[in-house]
């Protein structure tokens, strides 16, 4: 159902606090909070004595005192002191999972913490970069699974229909698709040649005229987007273009995290090469994407319904190409995981 051995976004940094709370990824209950050095504490959230949550506990220092009877569990998730006296059972540990801050996002590794590797959270290019500006948004509760998120994700053409007030243009209904498959996963793109731009984009770009536009929707194991908007003026753009000097690009960053399987939470910010110490621009920028996103929160939660209600198979089209493709790989990569898996509890 979905791949361990990856990192996933457990929540915005300034959402974990010196408190005990809950969040979910892969449908696993977690524990999550900050110790008195700052550092983000994860670990199962369930006292092993009678499952009583621990995240409706208390925080003892480093520690977490179960809230029935007061097990304490160290950092480690090991226990350290239980009531009655005698010794603690060596069953009385909970799983401690390893969590990494970056970009201002909590990261969480759901598989065997003996192979998470910081190293293999995403890159982001020119995320601290003062030529740069950011727009983000709060986390959105989506009732999807997180794999039609991805989908919409790597669907350029869904704009002409869902976004015609923000990301829409005529163009971006028939233009052809071009599909790249990479080692962390797939690309659905393409150039948009000499055209109005969408109205979004209108309001944004520092030049007149018509626009060379390029579609660049990207989806990385597991559930991990960069889209890529360019805007050019016309002339300029294309595969063998020499891109203006003010031409713009604006790199979207979502990360999908399955809370369930029908359940997931999407995280998401923007990072663009014009007016960085702009803050109208900003709050305007994340106000208007937002709306967008509403718009496909709206349009997938009835997907999943229609999915779940479905009396007749559902259809691909040519279009669905990019989807279909990184599915398939992604299927593959959790039977290999769940194989080894296997093979380890044997």
């Not at 208007?288 to 559902?314: C, Y």
Request: net charge negative; proline share 5%.
């Amino acid at each position: 159902m979905f791949l361990k051995n990856a990192w996933y976004v457990a929540a915005w940094s300034e959402e974990i606090i010196n408190d005990l709370q809950q969040v979910k990824v892969l449908g696993e209950k977690i524990c999550i909070f900050r110790n008195t050095e700052g550092e983000v504490i994860a670990m199962e959230d369930a006292c092993p004595h009678r499952k009583l949550p621990l995240s409706k506990g208390r925080i003892k220092g480093d520690n977490v005192e179960c809230g029935y009877h007061g097990l304490t569990f160290n950092c480690a998730g090991q226990c350290i002191w239980a009531p009655g006296g005698g010794r603690i059972p060596s069953a009385a540990r909970v799983r401690p999972y390893p969590v990494h801050e970056k970009y201002g996002l909590v990261w969480i590794w759901m598989g065997n913490a003996a192979i998470a590797d910081v190293d293999d959270i995403i890159d982001i290019p020119n995320f601290d970069s003062t030529e740069w500006g950011i727009n983000c948004g709060a986390a959105m509760e989506l009732n999807c699974n997180y794999l039609l998120m991805c989908d919409n994700l790597l669907d350029p053409t869904h704009v002409a229909w869902v976004h015609e007030s923000s990301f829409a243009a005529d163009a971006t209904r028939d233009t052809p698709l071009r599909v790249t498959k990479t080692d962390t996963g797939v690309i659905v793109h393409r150039w948009i040649m000499d055209h109005e731009p969408a109205p979004f984009y209108k309001k944004v770009v520092e030049f007149e005229g018509n626009c060379d536009r390029l579609q660049h929707y990207e989806v990385r194991y597991p559930s991990h987007a960069l889209v890529r908007a360019v805007f050019t003026p016309a002339g300029t753009g294309g595969v063998d273009g020499t891109l203006h000097e003010k031409t713009f690009v604006m790199d979207s960053y979502n990360f999908m995290t399955p809370t369930s399987e029908h359940e997931t939470r999407y995280y998401w910010f923007q990072l663009r090469n014009i007016r960085p110490e702009d803050e109208e621009l900003s709050k305007m920028m994340s106000e208007d994407v937002r709306h967008a996103f509403e718009e496909d929160r709206a349009v997938l939660d009835a997907v999943q319904i229609g999915m779940n209600e479905k009396t007749s198979p559902h259809i691909d089209l040519g279009i669905d190409a990019g989807q279909l493709r990184f599915r398939r790989q992604l299927e593959a990569m959790i039977a290999e995981e769940e194989m080894v898996d296997a093979k380890m509890s044997l």
